[in-house]
């Protein structure tokens, strides 16, 4: 990550989460890592950012998604952008630990990486990069295994 980029991370779960899933924390440094890797290549103007991270079960993430969005279904990541200028951001992702543990097994990947690319996902929302289309999914995976495969290097 660039020098000059600031970085102001957080980690934290549901009651649900804290019960179901107690090494939650182990997963802080990769999910920090993995926002950082974007925000260096994708975010170049940004020079401080704020990003919360909040890891969900299912029905949790889906109240949100439909009460806040009016999208009633079930969804592994929800992106936030709390408040941007030219220089700065303040972000929040919303990360449903069931969709992650279902993706790991069917990608056949581990939760470590469905995680990450998570992460990576909802740091591209913040880019710009939109999941609409078949040509914009496909520019966002890309984007997506390329930031996997720098981080496996780290």
Do not use: C
């Not at 020098?3 to 440094?29: E, G, Y």
């Not at 993995?34 to 949790?60: F, M, P, R, Y």
């Not at 951001?89 to 992650?100: G, K, P, T, V």
Request: aromatic share 8%; no cysteine; charged share 25%.
């Amino acid at each position: 990550m660039a020098s000059r980029q600031r970085v102001s991370f957080s980690l934290s779960v549901s009651n649900a989460i804290s019960k179901s899933f107690p090494s939650w924390k182990s997963f802080r440094l990769l999910l920090k890592e993995a926002s950082q890797a974007v925000l260096a290549s994708e975010h170049g103007s940004i020079t401080s950012l704020k990003l919360g991270i909040v890891l969900l079960n299912d029905n949790e993430l889906l109240e949100m998604n439909t009460q806040v969005l009016g999208h009633d279904y079930y969804t592994d990541i929800l992106t936030f952008e709390i408040e941007r200028n030219s220089d700065t951001l303040e972000a929040e992702l919303y990360i449903s630990m069931d969709r992650a543990k279902e993706n790991a097994l069917r990608y056949k990947v581990s939760l470590r990486n469905e995680l990450a690319r998570l992460a990576i996902h909802g740091m591209l929302h913040l880019a710009g990069y939109d999941d609409k289309s078949t040509q914009a999914k496909n520019k966002m995976r890309k984007k997506e295994r390329a930031y996997l495969d720098m981080l496996q290097s780290l």
